[in-house]
């Protein structure tokens, strides 16, 4: 089953609102979540590196005001897109690194990924 | 940067053909590679994982070799099913990031 979740999986928006994407580990705790964001026919490129407990680091190119990010805990990180126009649609895709204590079937310092968030501003 | 290519972007097969899926990396300093499976509008599905330790991994009909000095990883699928059709995407872990190919896009026709 799902060892990480994406919430919403699907979201419609006007432009100028703002837009709140859940990333949560289900059985482990993840002290780093990473946030990835795909266009049609390309490849992952990582926004982002969240850790738990301290800021996050941003890849060169993305905006941290724009994008914000939060790991207020060990199984829970958000993006939120702020102010939103079009040109921000995309898929968006979380991953959680496996830390510490995990289960028997998942592999310690292995990404898993969620389900992806598709994002559409009008 | 590492920088990661898949070749072919596209392909498309008849079933029962086996598939040969290439991937190419420039920095041969990485901790592991893995290939997944996206299906359209999908998140990422892990096939395998290989160390870069390991020379291969096998699960079913799927096979990953790794060649860490010349930067290179293959995915071999027997005899293709339909439902084998989707993305296929490489990625290379290291420098605590992992870095993606664009894919090979899969069709196995019936």
């Known amino acids: 089953g799902a060892v990480v979740s994406q919430h919403p999986s699907r979201v419609i928006c006007k432009s100028g609102t703002s837009v709140k994407i859940e990333c949560r580990s289900l059985d482990f705790q993840a002290t780093t979540m990473f946030w990835y964001r795909q266009f049609p026919k390309k490849s992952l490129m990582l926004m982002a590196t969240s850790n738990e407990g301290s800021k996050a680091t941003y890849e060169q190119g993305v905006e941290k005001d724009k994008f914000l990010i939060n790991h207020a805990s060990l199984t829970l990180s958000t993006l939120t897109v702020t102010s939103a126009h079009p040109e921000d649609s995309s898929f968006y895709i979380c991953s959680a690194r496996a830390q510490g204590r995990t289960p028997s079937s998942l592999r310690t310092d292995t990404q898993y990924f969620g389900p992806g968030t598709r994002l559409t501003v009008l | 940067k590492q920088e990661v290519t898949q070749i072919p972007a596209a392909l498309s097969v008849p079933e029962g053909e086996n598939l040969v899926l290439n991937c190419s990396f420039t920095d041969s300093a990485i901790y592991n590679l893995q290939w997944f499976r996206q299906d359209p509008g999908k998140g990422l599905t892990s096939l395998l994982l290989?160390?870069?330790?390991?020379r291969e991994q096998t699960s079913g009909r799927l096979n990953a070799s790794l060649d860490k000095s010349s930067g290179r990883s293959t995915l071999y699928i027997a005899a293709s099913q339909p439902g084998d059709s989707a993305t296929y995407l490489c990625a290379v872990y290291g420098n605590n990031r992992l870095a993606f190919g664009k894919g090979n896009q899969v069709v196995v026709i019936p």
């Open positions: 290989i160390q870069s330790s390991q």
